[in-house]
């Protein structure tokens, strides 16, 4: 008796998350983790909730803030700001003409 396998089975993750909102970090994380004896193991140690309601409310004691605010890019100063800002060296006989961002 010959089987044949029935083919690729897709689905987006739009409808993966219709159906149960937590699935998809599952799957990515399954995706993610070694393959080996452990790997069950580890994922029923994963507790994944679809809200911000869960039982663990009474153990975090304090929230990460998010990441530093992102520098200033050399075109958000002005021409001013580039010419006072201290140089480190002062190399005798080279000349840097600066003009304005004309964008």
Known sequence: ????YPGLKEITAEKLHDKDPT????????????KNNL???RLRRL???????HPYAA???YILSG?????KRLEDYTMEEIASFPSL???PG?????????S
């Open 39 to 41: 790997r069950k193991k």
């Open 59 to 61: 153990n975090i004691s």
């Open 47 to 53: 507790h994944l909730f679809p809200d911000d309601e």
């Open 23 to 34: 699935m998809v970090i599952r799957k990515a994380v399954n995706g993610m983790l070694p």
């Open 89 to 91: 060296f002062d190399f």
């Open 94 to 102: 080279l000349s840097v003409h600066r003009t304005e961002n004309t």
């Open 67 to 71: 990441p530093c605010p992102l520098p």
């Open 1 to 4: 008796m010959l089987f044949r």
